[in-house]
């Protein structure tokens, strides 16, 4: 019992300094996080849209991208239709005729082959990827271009925002997301990125076609590519002033199926790069990052479920001594006690409370970072249901994935087997 609760509190301790870490770069950066370097030149863009039964989202994708604050004679918009068995061709069609934008239409060979495909026809020195259930802030391509001045940036992400939040689903991920905003800056301080999100994501495409181009063997051609270009000892950076606008699944069933993917993509792909762990040439993202990713996600599985086994346990042996005097409650009150049992505070608490009030923090500058309204009226909710089911949420996903990757999943590789 002893070695548990050692575990219990070095664990909270690890995730507490993390969190705190985190915390404090956040802060001694802040006043440099919103600028974007002003481009010398102006770069030709290829904006591609892979699509597979994309009917009711792709024309909205289309057409924040044709309305771009940029010069329309220098991007160009491809969009690979993979296959679709719905309208997703016949609404491109529309587009094409127009000569707004270039449809390429191939048999159906995933997202990663469709993506390819199109780089391998396309003009631009730059490479914009948009997934066709999203759609690009107008000035996203202004934001991004500056950033490939410097010749060793391979790739800039954007910030990615939630279209709805309705659901109860929905509203967690809306403050996850704009966590993940503000992490993903930090993170392109250390040069540390290991995902281009398929949303508004920017490549050179001369590094792209150097490295091999998207993998299509992985469940997650966006991290993989991340982690390829790591490897070629590139830069990813980020800018918080793109802006895309995403989806995100409002049912249990349809999102654990997307963090399936997501990560036993990031089992098999930092499997796959294993040699970045620890590495002193891999910077704060092989020293650091990654190791302490893993242990996060360690100390997530094992303290949650620590917790519900706790807050289980508890409850049955108050059942059953409740049971015990036929459910008198007021035969159990011991006035001497009462203190206590309200202002009971041990180390798990105060650990547990510090945590919260960090977490609450973050939040609130995630808030201030992504320039979206707190409004406690409409969102309070929203923070509580973040806050208090986050990490029930994770380490579903996490216990699914693992259990996933190792009885199904096997040696397969590629998106059929996904």
Same mark, same amino acid.
């Given at each position: 019992?002893?070695?548990?609760?050692?575990?219990?509190?070095?664990?909270?301790?690890?995730?507490?300094?993390?969190?705190?870490?985190?915390?404090?770069?956040?802060?001694?950066?802040?006043?440099?996080?919103?600028?974007?370097?002003?481009?010398?030149?102006?770069?030709?863009?290829?904006?591609?849209?892979?699509?597979?039964?994309?009917?009711?989202?792709?024309?909205?994708?289309?057409?924040?991208?044709?309305?771009?604050?940029?010069?329309?004679?220098?991007?160009?918009?491809?969009?690979?239709?993979?296959?679709?068995?719905?309208?997703?061709?016949?609404?491109?069609?529309?587009?094409?005729?127009?000569?707004?934008?270039?449809?390429?239409?191939?048999?159906?060979?995933g997202k990663a082959n469709a993506m390819n495909n199109a780089i391998k026809r396309a003009k631009g020195e730059l490479i914009y990827v948009l997934d066709a259930d999203s759609c690009a802030d107008e000035n996203s391509f202004k934001h991004l271009i500056g950033y490939f001045d410097n010749p060793r940036v391979a790739a800039v992400t954007s910030s990615m925002r939630v279209t709805c939040k309705e659901s109860?689903?929905?509203?967690?991920?809306?403050?996850?997301?704009?966590?993940?905003?503000?992490?993903?800056?930090?993170?392109?301080?250390?040069?540390?990125?290991?995902?281009?999100?398929?949303?508004?994501?920017?490549?050179?495409?001369?590094?792209?076609?150097? /490295?091999?181009?998207?993998?299509?063997?992985?469940? %997650?051609? &966006?991290? +993989? =590519?991340?982690?390829?270009?790591?490897?070629? $000892? !590139?830069?990813?950076?980020?800018?918080?002033?793109?802006?895309?606008?995403?989806?995100?699944?409002?049912?249990?069933?349809?999102?654990?199926?997307?963090?399936?993917?997501?990560?036993?993509?990031?089992?098999?792909?930092?499997?796959?790069?294993?040699?970045?762990?620890?590495?002193?040439?891999?910077?704060?993202?092989?020293?650091?990052?990654?190791?302490?990713?893993?242990?996060?996600?360690?100390?997530?599985?094992?303290?949650?479920?620590?917790?519900?086994?706790?807050?289980?346990?508890?409850?049955?042996?108050?059942?059953?001594?409740?049971?015990?005097?036929?459910?008198?409650?007021?035969?159990?009150?011991?006035?001497?006690?009462?203190?206590?049992?309200?202002?009971?505070?041990?180390?798990?608490?105060?650990?547990?409370?510090?945590?919260?009030?960090?977490? /609450?923090?973050?939040?609130?500058?995630?808030?201030? %970072?992504? &320039?979206? +309204? =707190?409004?406690?009226?409409?969102?309070?909710? $929203? !923070?509580?249901?973040?806050?208090?089911?986050?990490?029930?949420?994770?380490?579903?996903?996490?216990?699914?994935?693992?259990?996933?990757?190792?009885?199904?999943?096997?040696?397969?590789?590629?998106?059929?087997?996904?």
């Amino acid at each position: 019992m002893e070695l548990i609760c050692l575990t219990v509190l070095g664990l909270l301790y690890f995730v507490l300094f993390i969190s705190c870490f985190w915390l404090i770069v956040f802060l001694d950066n802040m006043s440099e996080l919103k600028k974007d370097p002003n481009p010398k030149k102006k770069y030709f863009i290829s904006a591609i849209v892979p699509a597979y039964n994309e009917e009711k989202t792709i024309a909205e994708t289309i057409n924040s991208l044709l309305k771009q604050n940029y010069p329309r004679k220098f991007f160009e918009i491809i969009v690979i239709n993979d296959g679709s068995t719905d309208a997703t061709r016949k609404k491109c069609e529309e587009y094409s005729k127009k000569g707004l934008i270039r449809l390429i239409n191939q048999k159906n060979g995933g997202k990663a082959n469709a993506m390819n495909n199109a780089i391998k026809r396309a003009k631009g020195e730059l490479i914009y990827v948009l997934d066709a259930d999203s759609c690009a802030d107008e000035n996203s391509f202004k934001h991004l271009i500056g950033y490939f001045d410097n010749p060793r940036v391979a790739a800039v992400t954007s910030s990615m925002r939630v279209t709805c939040k309705e659901s109860f689903l929905q509203k967690i991920q809306w403050v996850e997301y704009l966590f993940s905003i503000l992490m993903r800056k930090i993170m392109s301080l250390f040069n540390c990125l290991y995902v281009t999100p398929g949303p508004g994501s920017i490549y050179r495409k001369k590094v792209i076609k150097e /490295i091999g181009g998207f993998s299509e063997e992985t469940l %997650t051609e &966006d991290m +993989e =590519i991340a982690f390829n270009i790591q490897h070629h $000892n !590139y830069v990813i950076e980020n800018s918080l002033n793109s802006t895309v606008l995403t989806n995100t699944p409002d049912k249990l069933t349809n999102l654990i199926k997307q963090r399936r993917r997501w990560y036993t993509g990031f089992i098999e792909d930092s499997t796959s790069y294993k040699h970045f762990y620890f590495n002193k040439s891999k910077g704060f993202l092989g020293r650091f990052l990654l190791p302490a990713n893993v242990l996060t996600t360690i100390a997530l599985i094992f303290l949650t479920s620590y917790s519900v086994y706790t807050i289980l346990d508890s409850f049955f042996v108050s059942y059953s001594n409740i049971g015990a005097v036929e459910f008198n409650f007021l035969s159990m009150i011991q006035p001497e006690k009462l203190p206590l049992l309200i202002y009971g505070i041990n180390l798990y608490t105060i650990m547990g409370l510090i945590f919260m009030i960090v977490s /609450i923090i973050i939040i609130y500058f995630s808030l201030k %970072t992504s &320039d979206e +309204e =707190i409004n406690l009226k409409n969102n309070f909710l $929203n !923070y509580i249901f973040y806050l208090f089911f986050y990490s029930l949420l994770m380490t579903l996903f996490w216990t699914d994935s693992i259990i996933y990757k190792l009885m199904f999943r096997k040696n397969n590789k590629g998106w059929k087997y996904g």
